[in-house]
């Protein structure tokens, strides 16, 4: 049997020499290393492209997704950031009130408990880490710190702390 009547039994009469010989040939310009156009690759690039098509606009649209969440993450971000900073700022006015408030109340000879003044120094000592740690100023409070803690080495030097069930 020939090739001839290989061809016409599978139902490709047409198929002559020539083809076979552009198949070979194609074969043999996609494996030689020298030659930079490769037919049998750009043939299933082009199958692949066609396949893929609907999967690479799926994607394209996730890259868009993932770009508008990025974006309100990004905001997101810096809403909590300012939220963050506007909370310590009242937290750290609200520890100026706390340790003017006690300072005044010493000054208007208020009597305190020991632990109102440990209290009250651990809130100080705080207080001055933070500054010194943010590079803030400290102003008036520092009077009032100072009072504080001559006022407590006062009570201890003499043990006047306010006792349970006594009057301030």
């Not at 290989?6 to 074969?27: C, H, N």
């Not at 993932?66 to 997101?76: E, F, I, R």
């Not at 120094?121 to 409070?141: F, M, P, R, T, V």
């Amino acid at each position: 049997m020939s090739y001839q009547d290989f061809l016409t039994a599978i139902g490709m009469k047409s198929f002559t020499f020539w083809g076979i010989l552009v198949f070979l040939m194609s074969l043999g310009i996609e494996f030689t290393p020298k030659i930079k156009w490769n037919p049998w690759t750009a043939i299933f690039k082009w199958i692949g492209s066609r396949f893929n098509s609907a999967i690479d606009a799926k994607m394209d649209s996730v890259r868009g997704e993932l770009k508008a969440l990025d974006k309100k993450v990004g905001h997101l971000q810096d809403e909590l950031e300012k939220h963050i900073t506007e909370s310590k700022a009242k937290e750290l006015q609200d520890t100026r009130r706390d340790i003017l408030e006690f300072c005044n109340s010493c000054m208007n000879k208020r009597r305190h408990t020991r632990e109102q003044f440990r209290f009250v120094l651990k809130q100080c000592d705080e207080y001055e880490a933070y500054i010194e740690k943010n590079h803030l100023k400290n102003g008036e409070i520092t009077d009032a710190i100072n009072e504080i803690r001559r006022l407590h080495a006062k009570c201890i030097q003499e043990n006047d702390f306010l006792k349970e069930g006594e009057e301030s």
